[in-house]
């Protein structure tokens, strides 16, 4: 089973950028599509972003689009959420999971996540 940590969350203003990093551990990084989702307060975990395997297939919730960019190293076992032009909507724990079917919007068919890294964009 994949061992899912994540890091690289923190507070910004609006317009500014972060990048979360997902490090896993355990065997066969490449052959697992990861996503990354975000829970608001009091609301439920939305894709933001997934990167399926082996592909490399690309997925974005609308609302990323164009400042988001989801890449993985399979090298290094890690995958990283490149976020940019933050917005105070963006503001969440941000979890990555991990799947062996190919991207999905459906939190459910991901058995694998990490703890969750907080994400706040405040003016």
């Known amino acids: 089973q994949l061992q899912l940590v994540e890091s690289g969350g923190g507070s910004v203003q609006p317009g500014g950028s972060l990048r979360l990093s997902c490090t896993t551990s355990?065997?066969?990084?490449?052959?697992?599509?990861i996503g990354w989702f975000r829970q608001a307060p009091g609301k439920g975990r939305d894709l933001v972003s997934c990167?399926?395997?082996?592909?490399?297939?690309?997925k974005y919730a609308d609302s990323v689009k164009g400042r988001f960019t989801i890449s993985r190293d399979n090298a290094k076992n890690t995958a990283f959420l490149q976020m940019d032009s933050l917005k105070p909507e963006d503001t969440g724990i941000y979890y990555c999971?991990?799947?062996?079917?190919?991207?999905?919007?459906?939190?459910?068919?991901?058995?694998?996540w990490g703890q969750g890294t907080q994400v706040t964009v405040f003016s």
């Open positions: 999971a991990a799947t062996r079917t190919l991207c999905t919007t459906i939190a459910d068919f991901f058995p694998a």
């Open positions: 355990g065997t066969s990084f490449d052959q697992y599509t």
């Open positions: 990167v399926s395997a082996p592909a490399g297939s690309l």
